[in-house]
């Protein structure tokens, strides 16, 4: 992996590790951090996230508490999604294609295509979008 295909990156965003792919023509807004250290995070084409969005493919909770269990997961957004501002996407999660995440959402776990994603913590919305 190691990929970084897109459009835009701005210079402030943080993107860490090899574990990290990112499709042609995404935009990965101002203060975004993407964290592809401990597993897969893959990005799809002509994705759109938000300023102060974080991605994280692992906790590091453990290190302050010494109890539970560390959480590691891939995370895969599949291509032309729409990420809100400040919306932080979890371990085991994956976002459908053409899904949208609204502002400061909580995301964790498994949304199909034509999704809208909205909360802390986020759920899929009744209405589903045009496909």
Request: with cysteine; hydrophobic share 35%; aromatic share 6%.
């Amino acid at each position: 992996m190691g990929l970084n295909k897109a459009r835009f990156t701005a210079p402030n965003a943080t993107l860490l590790g090899d574990k990290l792919s990112i499709g042609e023509g995404t935009w990965i807004g101002f203060y975004c951090l993407l964290d592809g250290q401990v597993s897969e995070l893959e990005i799809g084409e002509s994705c759109d996230l938000s300023s102060g969005c974080q991605i994280y493919t692992h906790s590091t909770h453990l290190r302050c508490v010494g109890l539970g269990e560390k959480i590691i997961g891939p995370v895969k957004i599949e291509d032309h999604v729409f990420i809100g501002a400040n919306s932080i996407i979890l371990p085991n999660t994956r976002i459908g294609h053409n899904s949208i995440v609204g502002a400061l959402s909580l995301v964790q776990g498994d949304f199909p295509p034509h999704s809208l994603i909205v909360g802390s913590p986020a759920r899929r919305a009744k209405k589903q979008l045009q496909k």
